[in-house]
């Protein structure tokens, strides 16, 4: 922090999707794991909305394509890395 202070995350989930479409208005994209489709939206409230928490966010790439899918990893407070998680996307 800025003040010098230390605040701990514990990692709680990482999830990949695959692009389905690369239009930048109409994207969706598929869990990996789950097979489930996604859209924009969906995606982005489920990493990025909710309880306080960090979401680290990169590419995935496969068969040269830079820009195939996303990797996104969520950490959880320490405090409440146990009790609470993020909105699961609907």
């Given at each position: 922090m800025?003040?010098?202070?230390?605040?701990?995350?514990?990692?709680?989930?990482?999830?990949?999707?695959?692009?389905?479409?690369k239009s930048a208005r109409s994207d969706e994209f598929?869990?990996?794991?789950?097979?489930?489709?996604?859209?924009?939206?969906?995606?982005?409230n489920r990493f990025y909305r909710g309880e306080h928490h960090l979401t680290f966010q990169t590419c995935l790439e496969k068969d040269g394509d830079l820009d195939w899918g996303l990797l996104f990893?969520?950490?959880?407070?320490v405090a409440t890395a146990h009790t609470e998680h993020p909105t699961p996307a609907h």
């Amino acid at each position: 922090m800025g003040d010098g202070s230390i605040r701990r995350y514990i990692i709680s989930e990482s999830d990949s999707f695959q692009r389905l479409q690369k239009s930048a208005r109409s994207d969706e994209f598929i869990d990996l794991i789950t097979r489930e489709k996604y859209s924009t939206i969906q995606v982005f409230n489920r990493f990025y909305r909710g309880e306080h928490h960090l979401t680290f966010q990169t590419c995935l790439e496969k068969d040269g394509d830079l820009d195939w899918g996303l990797l996104f990893v969520i950490a959880l407070p320490v405090a409440t890395a146990h009790t609470e998680h993020p909105t699961p996307a609907h």
